[in-house]
């Protein structure tokens, strides 16, 4: 190991830790607003209680919301008749259900060829990041991550004061394993997003197999969470899921969600998969009770309609292999997306771009620091969502702003 | 008064050890009794449609008001369950209207669970302890173990009443008072007078030291001094009050309650909670949540009413056997069945009724049961005679 690595490592033990902070936008924590609470500022900037967000002004078309990585078609009849039929348990705690919480973790397990203590259910993959987060750092063990990454486990971390260090993606907009290993000794956690939310790309299977065993190498005792909540939607060949991998390594394991492909952001449920000595300390800090009754028979019925979840992968591959062409018309390089988002260099801040589309009636993602003054993150919709916000798009990616008419020819970002 | 304090030190530190251990031993969330059920009791217990007098579930479940209002919240394409909720701030606002209480007095939790966890984590430490009866409902405890936090257990006063004395005079210097009224397991309710007092004495005592009052049976009680803490911590940043749509809504498996608190109070909840308090919080409770207030207080004055008939059956039906119950305000009772919890629970169970686990310091003789349905508590009696070699003419009638 280089000097140079050693002398920032060593600056993790110093007290008040702000070096650490030195690649770290401030703004990215007051922006950082998780998807749920994007969704609220949205509904209070106009949307109705319990319907769609109401259109901005009078006269404009219904309003999309691109902004949360949401799926647009929901989780299928499946999982809504298996909601249904799970009213008359409505009254009963998860584990006093005649289709109780145990049965869901049992069908995830059998899912993944693992046993039920290889398997921790969470409200959301964000509780188990969250827990994650506690349990692993401390004020004297850092949490590395990406930036800009999903902003959970990096909040979590900054409330508990425990250090953080964040590593910049790459040119590619991957994550910098690279830079992540010079900062990985005595690390208490390592977030990896894979497929990395907002930056959407992927790295292959064979490249995080290296990555891990070059930590446990480094430093043994530290945890590593793969955090694959976009998982489903990958059509990448060299991706696999880490799952093997976790279940064959100590202090490895890996997130999942019914948030994304199965259609459930509303419904809060995620779990971790590892080995049980990784799942138990996590196990022991979780809430109790987690999931809903209905959130258990939706889940279980969506596991057990894979068909509708992979009419979803390919809907979205579709939607998105058109919007990138769409967004690369007009000049605009989208990263290589594997995800149900897109990470567009729009030439100009994202606050521009954002507030332009939300006055045309299109929601798209928040700042990303540190891209925040060139690029944006646009949720894919449906087909139909798209065609109309990929018009938006061209309207206020045009330099004088179209209402005027200035007659001239499209910019490029 | 020299005697007293140090009876509570006893209690309270000197013995805390064990009385934690058994506390916690026992504690074993509401669940852990069911799953340790030996696969054979598990089978047939599905086979035999058991009576669950386990849980202080509702048995009606959520009503029908509230069911509608889950599948209008699928939305016309059935794709609202794909967005992250936006249902948050129209539940803070029916419940602020219905509480008569502004929006940043309260804060949401997944079940009153998470409400009973954070203020644990927010106002104990390793120097603070928690304070609460032995038994009671063991969130904060368990969760204060777990932190290694000190717990303080005070034993009930009589007839199962919380020993307000013992109970201020632990809370010198604690960071919380888990002050759980009506009183899980015991069923025991504390007259608002005695709880306003209570309040008063410990903030004489001990100024830095917050109450938790759960009222998560609040709407079963039928005590003539019967009213909600919300006032009282409004106005005091030590004061917090945890509710729960669990009982009397009948939304258990939906996971949904909340605090009432002064703003500082429920300020310093949400930070601890932020990012998970409303992401935990699934779409379909919020909208039931909803409707289950915009039922107004004729649907609890009705849940109440139900509740205390099959109460009064139940208790009279002991009393006419010579046992024992506790004065019950809630939608369980703890009775003394003459004989160990485990032995009257396995004897019930065998016979398709599941009543509820051990609940030391008392579990040799007494056993919490919580009220199904009249009918169901009907065919109860009959096993609770069956068992107890105490036959029913009522039950047989």
């Given amino acids: 190991m280089s000097v140079t690595r050693r002398g920032f490592l060593s600056r993790l033990g110093a007290p008040g830790g702000a070096a650490l902070d030195a690649t770290v936008d401030g703004r990215l924590i007051a922006a950082r607003g998780l998807e749920a609470e994007s969704a609220e500022a949205w509904q209070q900037a106009g949307g109705r209680r319990g319907g769609p967000p109401a259109a901005p002004r009078e006269g404009q078309p219904p309003s999309i919301r691109i902004s949360s990585n949401e799926n647009p078609i929901g989780p299928g009849q499946a999982v809504l008749d298996a909601?249904?039929?799970?009213?008359?348990?409505?009254?009963?705690?998860?584990?006093?259900?005649?289709?109780?919480?145990?049965?869901?973790?049992?069908t995830i397990a059998a899912l993944h060829k693992v046993k039920p203590e290889n398997v921790l259910l969470g409200a959301g993959s964000q509780e188990i990041l969250k827990t994650a987060v506690w349990g692993f750092t401390s004020p004297a063990r850092h949490l590395v991550t990406a930036s800009p990454t999903f902003e959970n486990a990096t909040g979590t971390a900054r409330r508990m004061g425990h250090p953080v260090v964040e590593i910049k993606v790459d040119s590619q907009f991957?994550?910098?394993?690279?830079?992540?290993?010079?900062?990985?000794?005595?690390?208490?956690?390592?977030?990896v997003?894979?497929?990395?939310?907002?930056?959407?790309t992927v790295h292959s299977a064979k490249t995080i197999t290296d990555f891990v065993e070059r930590v446990r190498r480094i430093s043994p005792d530290t945890v590593i969470l793969i955090d694959e909540a976009y998982h489903e939607y990958v059509t990448d060949p060299a991706y696999e899921t880490a799952i093997p991998l976790a279940m064959a390594t100590p202090n490895v394991f890996v997130a999942r969600t019914f948030s994304k492909a199965y259609g459930m952001a509303g419904m809060r449920i995620g779990y971790a998969i590892g080995g049980g000595d990784t799942i138990k300390p996590l196990a022991r800090l979780g809430m109790p009770y987690n999931i809903s009754v209905l959130g258990v028979a939706a889940a279980i019925a969506a596991l057990g309609d894979p068909k509708h979840m992979e009419a979803e992968r390919t809907r979205n591959t579709e939607v998105r292999n058109f919007t990138q062409k769409a967004l690369e018309d007009l000049g605009c390089k989208c990263t290589a997306s594997q995800a149900n988002f897109l990470f567009v260099e729009v030439g100009r801040t994202a606050a521009e771009f954002r507030s332009g589309c939300a006055a045309q009636g299109v929601q798209v993602g928040r700042d990303f620091p540190p891209f925040e003054g060139s690029h944006a993150r646009i949720s894919l919709g449906t087909m139909a969502e798209m065609q109309k916000a990929t018009a938006v798009f061209r309207d206020v990616l045009r330099p004088a702003n179209g209402t005027g008419g200035g007659g001239r020819e499209e910019a490029p970002c | 008064m020299l005697t007293r304090r140090k009876f509570v030190e006893t209690v309270g530190i000197g013995a805390a050890g064990a009385l934690t251990s058994s506390w916690i031993g026992a504690r074993g969330r509401e669940d852990a009794t069911w799953n340790a059920l030996s696969p054979s009791l598990e089978a047939s217990s599905q086979a035999m449609s058991v009576i669950p007098l386990s849980s202080n579930e509702n048995p009606f479940g959520p009503s029908a008001a509230v069911l509608d209002a889950i599948k209008k919240a699928f939305g016309p394409e059935g794709a609202t369950p794909g967005r992250y909720s936006n249902a948050t701030g129209a539940l803070r606002d029916t419940l602020s209207k219905s509480l008569g209480v502004t929006s940043e007095n309260l804060t949401l939790g997944c079940g009153s669970t998470q409400i009973l966890r954070t203020a644990t984590h927010v106002y104990t430490s390793r120097t603070k302890a928690l304070v609460g009866t032995i038994p009671t409902y063991e969130e904060c405890a368990g969760y204060a173990a777990?932190?290694?936090?000190?717990v303080r257990a005070v034993s009930l006063g009589r007839d199962f009443q919380m020993d307000l004395e013992r109970m201020a005079t632990a809370a010198k210097g604690s960071g919380l008072v888990f002050y759980c009224n009506p009183n899980n397991p015991v069923a025991t309710y504390t007259g608002a007078t005695a709880t306003r007092d209570f309040i008063a004495r410990v903030h004489r005592i001990s100024p830095e030291t917050t109450i938790l009052v759960d009222e998560a049976y609040f709407e079963y009680v039928t005590h003539p001094d019967h009213q909600s803490m919300i006032p009282v911590a409004l106005e005091d940043p030590r004061i917090v009050v945890a509710r729960t749509f669990s009982k009397a809504y009948g939304m258990a498996g939906l996971r949904l309650g909340y605090a009432v608190g002064h703003p500082d109070a429920i300020r310093k909840m949400s930070e601890w909670d932020s990012g998970s308090g409303t992401s935990s919080l699934n779409v379909l409770a919020l909208h039931a949540g909803v409707a289950a207030l915009e039922q107004g207080p004729a649907f609890v004055e009705a849940e109440r009413a139900r509740n205390k008939a099959a109460r009064d059956f139940t208790t009279k039906w002991f009393a006419d056997r010579g046992m024992k119950s506790t004065e019950s305000h809630a939608n369980f009772m703890f009775v003394n069945v003459g004989v160990p919890a485990k032995q009257f629970r396995d004897g019930c169970m065998a016979k398709g009724v599941r009543v509820g686990r051990d609940f030391p310091p008392f579990e040799n003789a007494w056993c919490r049961i919580s009220l199904g349905t009249m009918d169901e508590m009907k065919r109860a009696v009959t096993v609770f005679g069956e068992v107890l070699g105490k036959p029913s003419a009522i039950a047989a009638a």
């Fill in chain 1, 193 to 200: 997003n894979n497929p990395n939310n907002p930056t959407a």
């Fill in chain 1, 83 to 106: 909601i249904v039929a799970q009213f008359g348990e409505a009254g009963r705690y998860p584990f006093n259900a005649k289709v109780g919480d145990r049965k869901l973790v049992e």
């Fill in chain 1, 174 to 191: 991957r994550l910098d394993l690279e830079g992540m290993l010079t900062t990985v000794r005595g690390a208490g956690l390592v977030f």
């Fill in chain 2, 146 to 150: 777990m932190l290694g936090h000190p």
